[in-house]
Structure formats: structure tokens, C-alpha cells
């Protein structure tokens, strides 16, 4: 989901925590809302914005802090920083790491993904790596040796606490760019960390399951106009084509 305005926030702060959602909301939620969000969830009864949130931010990550500890960072870096030092001169000289999603707001479900964005720079490599690649060709061979070993779980880098085992997985996504500020908050994420300066960029607010429910009730009556044009439109342009067949 995109970043909360804090004004629409305001529109539903009547509900609270221990409000029971209303029987149309938990059904629109449950047979139509689709997911939408950086990590894309599966929408169901075991995914977090649809249960009541979190007193505290994902502890194999955050240690009962609202920041990551250095140590933690440095066991999410490396996990695939090492592979690529097998191949590259200091990828951690042209890769930037920052954090989006659920995983790092109250709302985190150990059946979601803890979503790492990997930002290449491909000027911060050719100051370090005598090699003529593009920024296509660098960002491909970055996924490559990435994908063998994507999906760890916290429990799998040691990360476990003894509250929360740690199984959620983290999905490392390598894209180019620089990941600045400005980039990581274009895709306007709910919650984004840059795990480089170790510093919220975009800190999350807590969501109840009503305010999901209420927003796609808002929501729905003009998707459905959008879809019954499109609908139309690709009805005509199946005529046209078969007129000019014809």
C-alpha cells in the first residue's frame, strides 16, 4: 500500500483498537480486496493489516527497538554482500540497501515477506570496477548470483528472538538507481528504512483492519466504473478489429 496521508488517517481514527470491524467490511476484505502492497502479500485471514497490529515493530529485525540494531543490519547486508564480493570489488561501495512494506511496521505477519530493496549504482561501480557494463548488465548479473540465495528466513541468519522464532522471509530485490531519498519514497511506501544511514525515511503508523476495510468500501464503487470502461473500450476495439479483418 502507498503512504497514509495524515488526513485520511483522520477519517477513520474512530475506530479503536478493540472495535469489531463491520460484517461488509470483513466481507470485502475477505472475498475482494486484492494486494496492492511493495511485498505483495496474499490477502487472507493470516496476513497482518487484517488482525489487530503489533504493540512493537518486528522483533528478529528490531530487537524491541524502533530502529534496526548495526549488528542486524550487518547480518541482512552480508547475506548477500559476501556472494558478491566473490565477484564484484566492493559491492557495498555501489549498492544501496533500504527497507519497504509490512515486515516494518506494526502490522509485520510471519507469514509475509521482509522486502530488502537493492539500489545499483552503476557510477558508484565503475569508480571501484574496471569493467564495461551497463546499468542493465550490472543490475542482471547483481539478480543472478541474488536469486540462488534469496528467501532466507530471520531464524536462517540467526536472527530469531525468543518471542518470535523469526520465520518470516526476506526477499532481496536488486534495481538500479542510487537510492536516494527521493527515489525510495517515489513508490510513496507506508513504511521505507534506509539501512545505510540506519534511519527511517518513512516511519509507519499503526493501521487497524477497519481502516483497510472502510478504504476499499470507498474505493470500490469507482474501480468498478474504471473496470465497466475498460470493459467497453476493449468491446470496441474487438469490433474494429473485426470490421477491419472484414
Known amino acids: 500500500m502507498g503512504r497514509v496521508d495524515d488526513g485520511v488517517v483522520d477519517m477513520y481514527s474512530n475506530y479503536g483498537s478493540g472495535e469489531q470491524a463491520p460484517e461488509e467490511i470483513e466481507s470485502a476484505l475477505l472475498h475482494h480486496y486484492g494486494a496492492t502492497s511493495e511485498d505483495t502479500e496474499a490477502v487472507g485471514k493470516g496476513v497482518g493489516f487484517l488482525q489487530d497490529p503489533h504493540d512493537e515493530l518486528y522483533p528478529p529485525a528490531f530487537q524491541g527497538g524502533d530502529s ?3 549488528e542486524v543490519i550487518d547480518k541482512l547486508k552480508n547475506h548477500v554482500v559476501e556472494p558478491l564480493s566473490e565477484r564484484f570489488t566492493d559491492p557495498d561501495g555501489f549498492i544501496m540497501f533500504s527497507i519497504y512494506g509490512s515486515g516494518i511496521s506494526y502490522n509485520w505477519d510471519e507469514g509475509g515477506d521482509f522486502d530488502i530493496q537493492m539500489w545499483v549504482d552503476i557510477d558508484k561501480f565503475t569508480q571501484t570496477n574496471d569493467e564495461n ?16 540465495i534469496n528467501f532466507p528466513s530471520f ?8 518471542e518470535v522464532e523469526g520465520n518470516m522471509l526476506i526477499q532481496y530485490y536488486p534495481k538500479p538507481g542510487t537510492g536516494s531519498e527521493e527515489e525510495n519514497l517515489a513508490s510513496k ?3 521505507c528504512y534506509d539501512m545505510d544511514e540506519n534511519r527511517w525515511l518513512q516511519e509507519p503508523i499503526v493501521m487497524e483492519p477497519n481502516f483497510y476495510g472502510e478504504t476499499f468500501l470507498m474505493l ?5 466504473e474504471i473496470a465497466s470502461q475498460a470493459e467497453a473500450m476493449i468491446a470496441e476495439y474487438k469490433r474494429d478489429l473485426l470490421n477491419w479483418e472484414f
Do not use: H, N
Open 220 to 224: 470500490m464503487p469507482k474501480a468498478e
Open 133 to 148: 557494463l551497463t546499468q542493465d548488465d550490472l543490475v542482471s548479473e547483481v539478480r543472478l548470483i541474488v536469486q540462488p
Open 68 to 70: 534496526i540494531p548495526s
Open 189 to 191: 511506501p507506508y513504511a
Open 155 to 162: 531464524k536462517d541468519l540467526g536472527l530469531s528472538t525468543d
